[in-house]
């Protein structure tokens, strides 16, 4: 074994990797769980001692080593969290952990208070997802309890992230929309006046300008104000549909596959045929998008595996990793029915 593998802190997966066994196996025997055999136990050990594992959680009594982890989301509407919730809930599970999942109203004295019920309950981390707030809160939160936010960008100290390369995704649906001929490309915003400048409403709202600039097309930069909810995309719906034709944008950022959604019923109410009156393309690629008749053309940023990334974090910084760590995810349009090119 090398120095420098001999001064890196040992993980659970490295403890299994040695003798041959699961991740789970490892966690069983670490939480003394029943139906672990003689034989695993001090396979396990044996390797534990080797490596000089021993995770800081247990070395400094951190948070009772209760095995559970914390989920916080705050909007249950957007199944795209859900998805999310499912790749953090399929590691947790293999590791021997439960996963539990707090939903707050809108608002950042709701926010605080489930957070602090949640640390109070002795867990052993907390995944946010898509929190509201200011960095320096969420690094308070870290200096006293491992934290992975999902949905977040910019540095942190104390805290990781994982997010979607959200100015990358934005350029994707403008440059497909581009490339069938659009010029009059408006989006829905999420202009909401709480979003912070790390957010990923703020952030694919900067690449959807960016793109539009680079195609020239500033004069139609076009942001529909609202918030990324079912009933927003109705409401933004309708005032597009409202308005004169030829102030009605060709094609549509939806921002998020809910307020996509969310217009794409409000204008088919008013008789806005998509996509031959009007190209739409979402974000997140929720399960429903992919549903006939819709076929909602979006961009995916793997919801399930950014799940899985934020899990697998926040459970090597129980273990003891001090060092924070950013994931930034590479998203990929999906092209379905709703985009086409505009009529001439």
Same mark, same amino acid.
């Given at each position: 074994?090398?120095?420098?593998? =001999?001064?890196? *802190?040992?993980?659970?997966?490295?403890?299994?990797?040695?003798?041959?066994?699961?991740?789970?196996?490892?966690?069983? @025997?670490?939480?003394?769980?029943?139906?672990?055999?003689?034989?695993?136990?001090?396979?396990?050990?044996?390797?534990?001692?080797?490596?000089?594992? *021993?995770?800081?959680?247990?070395?400094?009594?951190?948070?009772?080593?209760?095995?559970?982890?914390?989920?916080?989301?705050?909007?249950?509407?957007?199944?795209?969290?859900?998805?999310?919730?499912?790749?953090?809930?399929?590691?947790?599970?293999?590791? /021997?952990? +439960?996963? !539990?999942?707090? +939903?707050?109203?809108?608002?950042?004295?709701? =926010? =605080?208070?489930?957070?602090?019920? #949640?640390?109070?309950?002795? #867990?052993?981390?907390? @995944?946010?997802?898509?929190?509201?707030?200011?960095?320096?809160?969420?690094?308070?939160?870290?200096?006293?309890?491992?934290?992975?936010?999902?949905? &977040?960008?910019?540095?942190?100290?104390?805290?990781?992230?994982?997010?979607?390369?959200?100015?990358?995704?934005?350029?994707?649906?403008?440059?497909?929309?581009?490339?069938?001929?659009?010029? &009059?490309?408006?989006? !829905?915003?999420?202009?909401?006046?709480?979003?912070?400048?790390?957010?990923? +409403?703020?952030? *694919? &709202?900067?690449?959807?300008? =960016?793109?539009?600039?680079?195609?020239?097309?500033?004069?139609?930069?076009?942001? @529909?104000?609202?918030?990324?909810?079912?009933?927003?995309?109705?409401?933004?719906?309708?005032?597009?549909?409202?308005?004169?034709?030829? +102030?009605?944008?060709?094609?549509?950022?939806?921002?998020?596959? @809910?307020?996509?959604?969310?217009?794409?019923?409000?204008?088919?109410?008013?008789?806005?045929?998509?996509?031959?009156? #009007?190209?739409?393309?979402?974000?997140?690629?929720?399960?429903?998008?992919?549903?006939?008749?819709? /076929?909602?053309?979006?961009?995916?940023?793997?919801?399930?595996?950014?799940?899985?990334?934020?899990?697998?974090?926040?459970?090597?910084?129980?273990?003891?990793?001090?060092?924070?760590?950013?994931? !930034?995810?590479?998203? *990929?349009?999906?092209?379905?029915?709703?985009?086409?090119?505009?009529?001439?």
């Amino acid at each position: 074994m090398h120095m420098t593998e =001999q001064l890196k *802190r040992a993980t659970i997966s490295d403890v299994a990797e040695h003798p041959g066994v699961s991740r789970a196996a490892v966690s069983k @025997v670490l939480r003394n769980a029943y139906g672990v055999s003689p034989a695993m136990r001090t396979k396990v050990e044996e390797s534990m001692t080797l490596l000089n594992y *021993r995770p800081l959680a247990l070395a400094r009594g951190m948070r009772g080593n209760s095995y559970t982890l914390g989920v916080f989301l705050v909007d249950l509407s957007n199944t795209f969290f859900s998805v999310l919730a499912e790749g953090i809930r399929d590691v947790a599970e293999e590791l /021997g952990y +439960q996963v !539990l999942i707090g +939903q707050a109203r809108q608002g950042l004295d709701a =926010q =605080q208070k489930l957070i602090e019920a #949640m640390v109070d309950r002795r #867990m052993d981390g907390l @995944v946010l997802i898509a929190p509201f707030g200011p960095n320096d809160e969420l690094e308070k939160l870290g200096r006293t309890i491992p934290v992975v936010v999902l949905g &977040r960008h910019g540095p942190a100290k104390y805290f990781d992230t994982v997010a979607s390369d959200d100015i990358a995704g934005s350029a994707l649906i403008v440059d497909h929309l581009v490339s069938l001929g659009h010029e &009059r490309i408006s989006m !829905l915003a999420n202009t909401q006046p709480d979003s912070e400048p790390g957010m990923p +409403q703020t952030v *694919r &709202r900067h690449g959807y300008d =960016q793109a539009m600039e680079k195609h020239g097309l500033a004069k139609y930069i076009d942001h @529909v104000p609202g918030r990324w909810g079912t009933e927003s995309g109705l409401e933004a719906g309708r005032s597009l549909a409202a308005r004169p034709l030829a +102030q009605r944008p060709s094609a549509l950022h939806g921002g998020a596959d @809910v307020a996509a959604l969310g217009a794409y019923t409000a204008l088919f109410e008013a008789g806005i045929h998509i996509p031959d009156d #009007m190209s739409i393309v979402g974000y997140d690629n929720i399960p429903a998008t992919g549903l006939p008749p819709i /076929g909602l053309s979006t961009v995916d940023q793997s919801g399930v595996q950014m799940g899985r990334q934020a899990a697998e974090l926040l459970l090597s910084r129980i273990e003891g990793r001090t060092e924070s760590e950013h994931v !930034l995810v590479s998203p *990929r349009l999906i092209v379905r029915k709703t985009s086409a090119p505009p009529r001439r």
